[in-house]
């Protein structure tokens, strides 16, 4: 069992900066792919950031803004967001992926927190 846990959202002016955390317990390794999704009102979820131990990925629309990183002793991983825009408001939910022994991908998912961003 995994469980996410995500905090540091809230409300942010234009071109403001927030860092979200993501506090992960259970059967979880290094290997394991982790990163941030994000969904708002009326639209899809959308990947936002991932990495792992070899490779990070950025969507092009957080490109240059958003920074993920992660300890992975303390089983933490963390998105540090700068020059954020009203675009960006969204519940963001913290994902780490697992390999089953049939070799498909199973998530887990933190309950979300909410990042507004707003004059």
């Known amino acids: 069992q995994v469980t996410l846990v995500e905090s540091g959202g809230g409300l942010v002016q234009p071109g403001g900066s927030l860092r979200l955390s993501c506090a992960a317990s259970?059967?979880?390794?290094?290997?394991?792919?982790m990163g941030w999704y994000r969904q708002a009102p009326g639209k899809e979820r959308e990947l936002v950031a991932m990495t792992s131990a070899d490779i990070t990925t950025y969507a092009d629309s957080v490109k240059g803004r958003f920074t993920i990183s992660r300890d992975n002793a303390k089983k933490m991983v963390y998105l540090q967001m700068n020059s954020l825009k009203p675009e960006d408001t969204a519940v963001y939910y913290c994902n780490a992926k697992r390999q089953t022994v049939y070799g498909s991908e199973r998530n887990d998912w933190g309950q979300g927190t909410q990042v507004t961003v707003s004059a």
């Open positions: 259970g059967t979880i390794f290094s290997t394991n792919p």
